[in-house]
């Protein structure tokens, strides 16, 4: 079976910690480190990329796209979905479109939301998605979280009701009544692998593909210890601590990964034409 495996391609200093930083080129290096691991192993994935990312680098997002993998949007400035008012959530989706699709050529028919930010007080985002002419939504965690998920969301992909948009979920494990995430992230850094690999042929099982998500920054070990500007406050450190760590591990999970299970693109999971 085929999953779908997926980037969400960002710069951490400015998408997760301070928003009015300028991008950083140290992007470029990350996601190409990711491409070559990619190519070395004959897969293509699906990148969420945030337009303030091709904006300023272009050219990582036409090598992307030129390696064969699938671009999607990750909005432009990396606001969460939630905070935003529905004129300015379209706004910045359709600033987003326009800059990848001038760079690819081709239509984008994907998105995630930063920070998985389409929760029960932002459904109203799948409208402006169709309209917008999205054809599939990656964003919805069905966790419960502090900051993001809808613990009762369909767990596997689905057409959203009432719309003619695809929702693939973050993959989740439902275990003594609960839905556990194992999908990506901070998850796939601190899970053992054989955590990872079991929960994912168990997903499998039940008849359906999982989503992996990843961010390139997190195969970059030195990256955080290198930033200046992050307050050395106990909060702040704790919190570098936490984004930084098992990041040298990270690497070797993905080979892994690549070898034990098949991926592709969404869209081609999906089955979806342009």
Known sequence: MKNALT???????????????????IVIEQTSKVLGI??????????FV???????FPQI???????????????????????????????????????????????????????FSITERSLWALDIL???GILYDSSIFPIKNKRYGIPDAERHFHYVRD??????????????????????????RLL????????????????????VYMHPYEFDPYDISSIRGISKSLSDSLFRIMQNM???????????????????PIAEVLNLDR
């Open 163 to 188: 719309r003619g948009i695809i929702e693939f979920p973050l993959s989740t494990v439902r275990i003594l009544g609960k839905n556990l995430p194992v999908s990506g992230g901070g998850y796939f």
């Open 192 to 211: 053992p692998y054989k955590i990872i690999k079991s929960a994912l042929k168990r997903i499998n099982a039940e008849g359906t593909p999982a989503v």
């Open 130 to 132: 169709e309209q917008a």
């Open 7 to 25: 980037f969400d391609v960002e710069d951490w200093y400015q998408s997760t910690y301070n928003k009015n930083a300028q991008v950083r080129s």
């Open 50 to 56: 945030q337009g303030v990312i091709a904006e300023a």
């Open 246 to 264: 098992n990041r040298k591990k990270s690497e070797t999970k993905l080979r892994n990964l690549l070898k034990d299970f098949a991926f592709s």
């Open 61 to 115: 997002v036409k090598e992307i796209f030129k390696l064969g993998n699938e671009v999607g949007t990750h909005g432009y400035a990396h606001e969460l979905v939630f905070e935003q008012t529905q004129s300015a959530f379209a706004e910045d989706l359709d600033k987003s479109i326009k800059l990848l699709e001038d760079l690819i050529g081709i239509k984008v028919i994907g998105y995630r939301a930063p920070d």
């Open 38 to 47: 990619l190519s070395d192993a004959g897969i293509h994935a699906t990148f």
